[in-house]
């Protein structure tokens, strides 16, 4: 018996397991239903409740406000189209100024890049130099011509160096 209570107090592990397994099996008492509570409905029963509810609504329905005339509402429609007509004409005027002075400052920008770029296209300068222009033929030729010069395929290494 000092063995096995041993055995326990060295597993700690164990010992929560087993309070465990006690606390679930005392807490499983089934509780009576709470009197207060409605008794459960099955789902045809509710549907047929709000049918009959959506039914009823129908029926009361207020009738629906007099409609206005014609002519009122013609002289409103017109009122709020000038309206808007009005804004947008005022919106694409803002629009076309912005768009003006949009482009004059892109002409301004364009004309001081070309001035710089003028002044550094020097040909005598040390700093800028128009590097070597090479075509699609002139490169394929190379290609061909370091293949030839090279050495032969069967001395150069076949892996790749790893970077």
Do not use: C, H
Request: a positive charge; zero cysteines; proline letters at 7%.
């Amino acid at each position: 018996m000092g063995d096995f209570i041993d055995f326990f107090l060295k597993n700690p592990f164990l010992i929560i397991v087993l309070i465990g397994i006690l606390t679930s099996m005392l807490g499983k008492k089934k509780q009576p239903q709470d009197p207060n509570t409605p008794p459960k409905k099955k789902w045809q029963e509710v549907m047929q409740e709000l049918q009959g509810e959506m039914q009823g609504n129908q029926q009361q329905t207020p009738a629906p406000a007099p409609v206005r005339k014609v002519e009122q509402q013609a002289a409103q429609a017109a009122e709020v189209i000038d309206e808007t007509t009005n804004e947008a004409n005022k919106r694409i005027a803002e629009l076309r100024r912005l768009q003006q002075k949009y482009d004059q400052e892109r002409l301004y920008q364009k004309a001081k890049a070309d001035q710089l770029t003028s002044t550094i296209a020097d040909n005598n300068s040390p700093v800028y130099r128009k590097g070597p222009s090479f075509g699609k033929k002139q490169l394929i030729d190379g290609i061909i011509m370091s293949e030839v010069l090279g050495p032969p395929r069967a001395k150069r290494s076949l892996q790749r160096s790893r970077r």
